[in-house]
T-cell receptor, first 114, second 114 residues
Framework: KAGVTQTPRYLIKTRGQQVTLSCSPI?????VSWYQQTPGQGLQFLFE???????NKGNFPGRFSGRQFSNSRSEMNVSTLELGDSALYLC?????????????FGPGTRLLVL | AQSVSQHNHHVILSEAASLELGCNYS??????LFWYVQYPGQHLQLLLK??????LVKGIKGFEAEFIKSKFSFNLRKPSVQWSDTAEYFC????????????FGDGTTLTVKP
């Protein structure tokens, strides 16, 4: 089975722009979660989607949003980019996001905001 | 809210030395526990996990961890490290009812000197 894939792998944007990141989960997985990884804050949970619905949300401003499609692929959008949004954005998938499941992580999209 | 604390930020060992990385969590309910490893330039990989049962779990590459419920701890151990174990290690927890929302520790960078 193919693993979690994320596109693009690298991205450079300037302040004020918006960006869309994409994640394709492992085939059959319906839960997709997004995390932000920075040297200062570590790995922080952004949100989780299941069956095209946001099921959980972390403590991030409304500039961070996402969606999930019927094939479980997910996109994450950040509007009005700030320098502090520079980070590695990780996507993880699991079967149902239920109890006693394992999340599998993608390689991440590295975003640099100038 | 759940939280995870990893006490060692940076550990330096010589090859063949024994390793123990501390992880303590705070959560009021039943949790699933994980250790992930991130090798330089690679994505997060699962080392081992604990859901229930035997509190001593064995993972890949000779790693093991022990869940001590009374201490809210899930320490990672390896009897003899190798240079190839140089990486960043993350402890993570999620509620037993929702695998899609994980809380991570700040990570421990392990450097193994040849």
């Amino acid at each position: 089975k193919a693993g979690v894939t994320q596109t693009p792998r690298y991205l450079i944007k300037t302040r004020g722009q918006q960006v869309t990141l994409s994640c394709s989960p492992i085939s059959g997985h319906r839960s997709v979660s997004w995390y932000q990884q920075t040297p200062g804050q570590g790995l922080q949970f952004l949100f989780e989607y299941f069956s095209e619905t946001q099921r959980n949300k972390g403590n991030f401003p409304g500039r961070f949003s996402g969606r999930q499609f019927s094939n479980s692929r997910s996109e994450m959008n950040v509007s009005t980019l700030e320098l502090g949004d520079s980070a590695l954005y990780l996507c993880a998938s699991s079967l149902m996001g239920g109890g006693q499941e394992t999340q599998y992580f993608g390689p991440g999209t590295r975003l640099l905001v100038l | 809210a759940q939280s995870v604390s990893q006490h060692n930020h940076h550990v330096i060992l010589s090859e063949a030395a024994s390793l123990e990385l501390g992880c303590n969590y705070s959560y009021g309910g039943t949790v699933n526990l994980f250790w992930y490893v991130q090798y330089p330039g690679q994505h997060l990989q699962l080392l081992l996990k604990y859901f229930s049962g035997d509190p001593l779990v064995k993972g890949i590459k000779g790693f093991e961890a022990e869940f001590i419920k009374s201490k809210f701890s899930f320490n990672l151990r390896k009897p003899s490290v190798q240079w190839s174990d140089t990486a960043e290690y993350f402890c993570a927890v999620n509620p037993n009812t929702n695998a899609g929302k994980s809380t991570f520790g700040d990570g421990t960078t392990l450097t193994v000197k040849p």
